[in-house]
């Protein structure tokens, strides 16, 4: 539940693109298709690229890789504000997702478009960036494009002020469907349960293209990029552990997160805009134009400022990722799921040291933070004891190890306590 800041580092945002992770370089060309592309992106921090446990995305089977499977959203009959063209683009925003389409499919982030901010549709130009290699570099390019697009055109100051560069996505969408391999499933079994249509799974790839070490300068973290305030009232957050970076338990919030919404605005479009702007925000304007069509929402709202691009724009970069995920064999040929971690979730009869439990994963810490990223930066770095009752992950092959530890570290307490009475 991102408020998204588009720029350097968003995987569907705007200018910007989202999570740092691995990525391919599979060039397949996508067919023009008015389909749904990703979302906006807040401002991410880079997460770290483990080579032994995350592979570079690539368009063959590994051990690491398994054959990816086209969606199935069949079978939502009861789901909550279900229809066979619930998720179908809105009339009035096919130019809009067409752009974020092309962001997700056709341009890598070696690459943007110059384009208008108020109408997506119109891109002046395309921008090479390989040969750059400092962000100051990127964006002095940028501005020197922008400045002869303005000059050519005669712009003046307030159309010059709509130019806006856009950073391609299709490489980290790639990586962002190969990451999707491990948790994808799980969290479509969430959102059946919970009867909320499995197509909203695929906000994940705009909040964060399945990078669970995501956290935005705003606070939002974790592969749903939910803030805080957010998250408190559902007691997920403690001092040794943000359940916002479970990337399941954070599924689970956020299924109830998009129920409520819907309840709230009676449509998905307005419901998946208000996961990123606010429902109540989103309430307000709806009350206040008497219509609850996104794309007039769109159009007709004056205040670029309370309803600014990234909320103008998530629900089509919402469908852009659906679109291109969905047909992502037809957009990049070959394409493979990272096989589900080979994790066995284990509930602490006791509290631990981060150092004990990486025993458990032979010393390798980034992958004891792979399997556990909810734990937080007090327990990783700063020595906080794991709390008694957490629920941790460790390899399936040394779960028995893991218990024969805890059983004779609880007996020890245990024995510990009875002498001091």
Same mark, same amino acid.
Not at 156 to 178: P, S, V
Not at 193 to 222: C, H, Q, W, Y
Not at 306 to 319: E, I, K, P, T
């Given at each position: 539940?991102?408020?998204? &800041?588009?720029?350097?580092?968003?995987?569907?945002?705007?200018?910007?693109?989202?999570?740092?992770?691995?990525?391919?370089?599979?060039?397949?060309?996508?067919?023009?298709?008015?389909?749904?592309?990703?979302?906006?992106?807040?401002?991410?921090?880079?997460?770290?690229?483990?080579?032994?446990? &995350?592979?570079?995305?690539?368009p063959v089977l590994t051990a690491e890789s398994r054959?990816?499977?086209?969606? +199935?959203?069949?079978?939502?009959?009861?789901?909550?504000?279900?229809?066979?063209?619930?998720?179908?683009?809105?009339?009035?925003?096919?130019?809009?997702?067409?752009?974020?389409?092309?962001?997700?499919?056709?341009?890598?982030?070696?690459?943007?478009?110059?384009?208008?901010?108020?109408?997506?549709?119109?891109?002046?130009?395309?921008?090479? %960036?390989?040969?750059?290699?400092?962000?100051?570099?990127?964006?002095?390019? !940028?501005?020197?494009?922008?400045?002869?697009? =303005?000059?050519?055109?005669? %712009?003046?100051?307030?159309?010059?002020?709509?130019?806006?560069?856009?950073?391609?996505?299709?490489?980290?969408?790639?990586?962002?469907?190969?990451?999707?391999?491990?948790?994808?499933? $799980?969290?479509?079994?969430?959102?059946?349960?919970?009867?909320?249509?499995?197509?909203?799974?695929?906000?994940?790839?705009?909040?964060?293209? /399945? +990078? !669970?070490?995501?956290?935005?300068?705003?606070?939002?973290?974790?592969?749903?990029?939910?803030?805080?305030?957010?998250?408190?009232?559902?007691?997920?957050?403690?001092?040794?552990?943000?359940?916002? +970076?479970?990337?399941?338990? =954070?599924?689970?919030?956020?299924?109830?997160?998009?129920?409520?919404?819907?309840?709230?605005?009676?449509?998905?479009?307005?419901?998946?805009?208000?996961?990123?702007?606010?429902?109540?925000?989103?309430?307000?304007?709806?009350?206040?134009? #008497?219509?609850?069509?996104?794309?007039?929402?769109?159009?007709?709202?004056?205040?670029?400022?309370?309803?600014?691009?990234?909320?103008?724009?998530?629900?089509?970069? /919402?469908?852009?990722?659906?679109?291109?995920?969905?047909?992502?064999?037809?957009?990049?040929?070959?394409?493979?799921?990272?096989?589900?971690?080979?994790?066995? $979730?284990?509930?602490?009869?006791?509290?631990?040291?981060?150092?004990?439990?990486? #025993?458990?994963?032979?010393? $390798?810490?980034?992958?004891?933070?792979?399997? +556990?990223?909810?734990?937080?930066?007090?327990?990783?770095?700063?020595?906080?004891?794991?709390?008694?009752?957490?629920? !941790?992950?460790?390899?399936?092959?040394?779960?028995?190890? =893991?218990?024969i530890t805890l059983a004779h570290k609880d007996r020890?307490?245990?024995?510990?306590?009875?002498?001091?009475?």
């Amino acid at each position: 539940m991102s408020v998204s &800041v588009l720029s350097i580092s968003l995987l569907t945002s705007f200018a910007a693109n989202s999570a740092e992770v691995a990525t391919t370089t599979n060039t397949a060309a996508a067919p023009a298709v008015v389909a749904a592309p990703a979302a906006p992106a807040p401002v991410l921090e880079a997460a770290p690229v483990v080579s032994t446990v &995350v592979p570079q995305v690539a368009p063959v089977l590994t051990a690491e890789s398994r054959l990816w499977r086209q969606p +199935n959203f069949k079978d939502q009959k009861n789901f909550l504000g279900y229809s066979e063209g619930a998720f179908a683009v809105p009339k009035g925003m096919e130019k809009q997702v067409q752009f974020w389409v092309d962001v997700y499919s056709k341009y890598s982030t070696t690459q943007g478009v110059i384009h208008d901010m108020d109408d997506v549709g119109i891109v002046y130009e395309v921008v090479d %960036l390989k040969d750059f290699k400092t962000d100051r570099e990127k964006q002095k390019k !940028i501005d020197a494009v922008k400045k002869e697009i =303005a000059a050519k055109l005669k %712009l003046n100051k307030e159309q010059e002020g709509r130019l806006r560069f856009q950073l391609g996505q299709k490489d980290r969408m790639q990586a962002a469907i190969f990451y999707s391999g491990r948790y994808i499933e $799980d969290m479509e079994k969430i959102f059946r349960d919970a009867k909320v249509p499995t197509e909203l799974t695929r906000l994940a790839f705009v909040e964060s293209s /399945f +990078n !669970i070490m995501a956290r935005s300068k705003v606070g939002a973290s974790g592969i749903w990029q939910i803030m805080p305030y957010t998250a408190r009232p559902y007691k997920m957050i403690s001092a040794s552990v943000d359940k916002r +970076n479970h990337p399941l338990e =954070a599924t689970k919030l956020a299924a109830k997160l998009l129920r409520q919404n819907y309840t709230m605005l009676e449509s998905w479009p307005l419901a998946v805009t208000g996961y990123n702007h606010g429902p109540t925000g989103v309430k307000k304007m709806s009350n206040e134009y #008497k219509t609850k069509d996104l794309a007039h929402l769109i159009e007709n709202v004056d205040s670029r400022k309370s309803f600014g691009f990234a909320s103008r724009n998530f629900y089509a970069c /919402f469908l852009a990722a659906l679109e291109v995920e969905k047909n992502a064999n037809v957009y990049f040929g070959s394409v493979v799921w990272s096989k589900p971690l080979e994790a066995q $979730d284990l509930k602490l009869p006791v509290s631990v040291k981060y150092k004990d439990l990486v #025993k458990w994963f032979d010393g $390798d810490t980034d992958k004891a933070q792979m399997f +556990n990223p909810h734990l937080t930066s007090l327990v990783t770095r700063r020595g906080y004891a794991i709390p008694a009752h957490t629920v !941790i992950a460790v390899p399936k092959d040394k779960y028995n190890i =893991a218990l024969i530890t805890l059983a004779h570290k609880d007996r020890s307490i245990a024995a510990d306590d009875k002498r001091t009475r």
